[in-house]
């Protein structure tokens, strides 16, 4: 399923994580708040300078066997970024996947395609990879994040937390006595080698 939206809608779906607070979540809240990890639903964003070739160069990414196999297996939170003055085929269109959140996700796409695009106007939105049924929520985690959660931080009882980084996608499970300060520190550890240092522990159980 495609569906349409304006980018101002779209940006207003991904605010909630960011203004919620910094406490984290336990795993029983967590799991209330996430989607299903397999299944993904692709949101086109029109935009002025897209003409209706490049409206069906987006429609056919989902909607086309050939090829609607490849973008469905991307993982959300995913965003492609274009610029106004190349358009689509150009090279600075770009699309990122498994970030955890719709804001994370673009961010990644327009820097970029920014520094691809050349001279002109700024790179914006054109599409967005989400959860099927997706909706705002206060926390929101990677498709492979979410996975893990699942399948790793569930299990067994104890002190245990799940760290992730806005900036680049990445996460860390600890478990036992200090597990948020592993969590946090392993999180970090991952993502120095790609310049970011924004790691956070999101969940907790003590």
């Known amino acids: 399923m495609v569906r349409i939206i304006t980018a101002a809608a779209m940006i ?56 609607n196999m490849e973008i469905k297996a991307i993982l959300y939170y995913g965003a492609i970024a274009a610029s106004p003055k190349q358009g689509l085929a150009h090279k600075a269109t770009v699309a990122v996947a498994n970030h955890h959140s719709i804001k994370d996700a673009e961010a990644a796409a327009i820097k970029e395609c920014n520094a691809l695009r050349g001279d002109g106007p700024k790179c914006l939105m054109v599409a967005y990879v989400v959860p099927r049924k997706y909706s705002e929520q206060p926390l929101q985690l990677s498709a492979s994040a979410t996975t893990a959660f699942k399948r790793t931080y569930l299990k067994g009882r104890g002190p245990k937390a799940m760290a992730i980084s806005p900036a680049t996608g990445e996460y860390a499970i600890a478990k036992g006595e200090g597990a948020a300060e592993a969590a946090l520190a392993a999180c970090n550890k ?14 907790q159980d003590k």
């Open 12 to 67: 207003a779906m991904g605010v909630t994580q960011a203004l919620a607070g910094e406490a984290p979540f336990t795993g029983k809240e967590a799991k209330r708040m996430l989607f299903s990890p397999k299944r993904t639903e692709f949101v086109v964003v029109p935009q002025d300078f897209m003409t209706d070739v490049e409206f069906a160069i987006l429609d056919s990414l989902w909607n086309d066997p050939t090829l």
């Open 190 to 203: 991952a993502v120095s080698e790609k310049g970011a240092t924004d790691c956070k522990v999101v969940i």
